[in-house]
Every structure is written in C-alpha cells, then in structure tokens.
T-cell receptor, first 112, second 114 residues
Framework: SQQGEEDPQALSIQEGENATMNCSYK?????LQWYRQNSGRGLVHLIL?????REKHSGRLRVTLDTSKKSSSLLITASRAADTASYFC????????????FGKGTLLTVNP | DAGVIQSPRHEVTEMGQEVTLRCKPI?????LFWYRQTMMRGLELLIY????????DSGMPEDRFSAKMPNASFSTLKIQPSEPRDSAVYFC????????????FGQGTRLTVV
C-alpha cells in the first residue's frame, strides 16, 4: 500500500525558478526521506528528516516536516535543466521495524 | 563498494515461465527491500528483510511470487508462473538501519512477460 502521496503529480518550470513538491502521509513516522529518479534508473537518496526535526537544508534543497499535519515539502531553489527527474517521498513508519514505503512521485521538468 | 547489484537488467519471457531476479546488497547492510514499479501503481514495496529474515511480505501480490535471502549477500525474487501483468521494473534496495534507513537502490530489472 502507498504511504506517501506527492503533490503535484507533474510540475513544469523554467530554469532558475524554484520548485516545490509536497508529500502527505498517513501514519506516525521515524523519519521521512526524499529520493530522485532519473528516467530508466534507480532511485537516489537526497535528504532525510527525522520526526523531531522541522526543517533541513542540503545545498539547493530545503525540506520541511509538519508531523501534526503529516506532511512534508521539498523545495529546490534555482532549478537547473539537470534537475529534471521524478521525486519521491518515503516514510520509515514508526513501529514497523524499518519498513520504507514510497509515494507515487512528482515528475519535475525544468525547461532550459 | 559497487553498490546494489541486480541481475539481469532486462528479462523477456513467455507467459507461464519461471522468472528469477537476483540482488546483491551493499556489504554490511542489514535491510533488503524488493519493490515493483509501474506507471499505474507507482513504487510498491513487495517484501523486506532484516538480517536475512523476512519481516513483511504483505505487498507480495500473489502466491506466484516468492523471495528468499539465504545469506547477507544475496537475495532472489521468483515469479512462477509469470503473467503479462507482472511486467514492470523490479528494484532491490539495501540499507543499514543503524544509519537511519537511507536506502541504496540497484539499477532495476525490467521484466517483460509476453
């Protein structure tokens, strides 16, 4: 079953703009992670935010977590054409013995 | 480390045949996950192991699917008999849950059942 639900399903922006993707989930979590997938490739881990954290930064990435609303957002600043990919959130469900489940993803297209 | 290694990368088989997908996790990782990805259903967790023990196989779609992890360095996902609706990309991922459960993915096996 799907835990996370990303929104929007697809996003198209111009190079240099910021991209924001959202994720909602259903259960209590230990942490939430964001991954990136280029077409035809495996997923690559981007950033992990723990349930007791509210915001985290890594380079051009900014992740927020609101456990009261069971939601997270991923912001990519100053986007580049190379950021074109699908982005997924994944949750490590509390009490699940490290079960990691993914949403359906957001397809981001950055136009040069 | 070479990362998570899956084989084969592509598999085309006829309906009714047995299919075996293989995965070698990253050395030292103690969790292994099998996922299936399709356009319609996204990335579904089929089964995962901790320390070679299956923890949750509730995502395995039918009894035609089975997975084993005989040791810490090898896992298989078997489909017998295969059906056209099994066509998908199958990913294996591994993680060290002491490290916060960041998962490392293989390149996937693209399975086509005709």
């Amino acid at each position: 079953s799907q835990q996370g639900e990303e929104d929007p399903q697809a996003l198209s922006i111009q190079e240099g703009e910021n991209a924001t993707m959202n994720c909602s989930y259903k259960t209590s979590i230990n942490n939430l992670q964001w991954y990136r997938q280029n077409s035809g490739r495996g997923l690559v881990h981007l950033i992990l935010i723990r349930s007791n954290e509210r915001e985290k930064h890594s380079g051009r990435l900014r992740v927020t977590l609101d456990t009261s609303k069971k939601s997270s957002s991923l912001l990519i600043t100053a986007s580049r054409a190379a950021d074109t990919a699908s982005y997924f959130c994944a949750t490590d469900e509390r009490g699940s013995n490290y079960k990691l489940t993914f949403g359906k993803g957001t397809l981001l297209t950055v136009n040069p | 480390d070479a990362g998570v290694i899956q084989s084969p990368r592509h598999e085309v088989t006829e309906m009714g045949q047995e299919v075996t997908l293989r995965c070698k996790p990253i050395s030292g990782h103690n969790s292994l996950f099998w996922y299936r990805q399709t356009m319609m259903r996204g990335l579904e967790l089929l089964i995962y192991f901790n320390n070679n023990v299956p923890i949750d196989d509730s995502g395995m779609p039918e009894d035609r699917f089975s997975a084993k992890m005989p040791n810490a360095s090898f896992s298989t996902l078997k489909i017998q008999p295969s059906e056209p609706r099994d066509s998908a990309v199958y990913f294996c991922a591994s993680s060290s849950y002491r490290g916060g459960t960041e998962a490392f993915f293989g390149q996937g096996t693209r399975l086509t059942v005709v």
